[in-house]
C-alpha cells in the first residue's frame, strides 16, 4: 500500500507543481506589475531588457491563462534563437533554466566579469 501511494505521489505531483505554478493571484485590467513587484520591476527596467523596453509579459506571460512565474527558456527564443539552440544541444531538459548562467529580471551573466555588458 506504502508503494502504491508513493507512486502516486511521485506521479502526480509534478503536475500539480506545474499548475500551481501557472497561478497568478487576480489582478485588474489597470494594475500593472509594478504595483506589486517593485524591486523586480526596478531592477529589470534598469537592465538591457527594460531598457530596449521588453516587458514582464514577454517572459511571464499575462495574469491569466498564460503566466508563467518561472519561465523556461522557450520564452527567449524569438530574440535569443541561437543561445537557446545552443544550451539545448548542451545541456539536459531539466537544466536548461535562464538561472543557470543569468541573474534574475538583470539577466545579468553570472560568469562574465562586466556583467554580461
Known amino acids: 500500500m506504502k508503494r502504491l501511494i508513493a507512486f502516486f505521489v511521485v506521479l502526480f505531483l509534478p503536475l500539480y507543481a506545474i499548475a500551481a505554478e501557472k497561478q497568478h493571484i487576480k489582478t485588474s485590467e489597470d494594475q500593472e506589475c509594478f504595483d506589486c513587484h517593485t524591486a523586480e520591476t526596478d531592477l529589470w527596467n534598469s537592465g538591457k531588457h527594460g531598457l530596449m523596453s521588453v516587458k514582464c509579459v514577454v517572459c511571464h506571460g499575462s495574469t491569466d491563462k498564460n503566466f508563467h512565474a518561472k519561465p523556461d527558456i522557450n520564452r527567449c527564443r524569438a530574440c535569443h534563437w541561437e ?35
Open 83 to 117: 543561445k537557446v539552440a545552443d544550451v539545448e544541444k548542451k545541456l539536459y531538459p531539466k537544466e536548461r533554466k535562464c538561472t543557470l548562467c543569468h541573474t534574475l529580471h538583470s539577466v545579468k551573466s553570472k560568469f562574465h566579469s562586466d556583467g554580461g555588458k
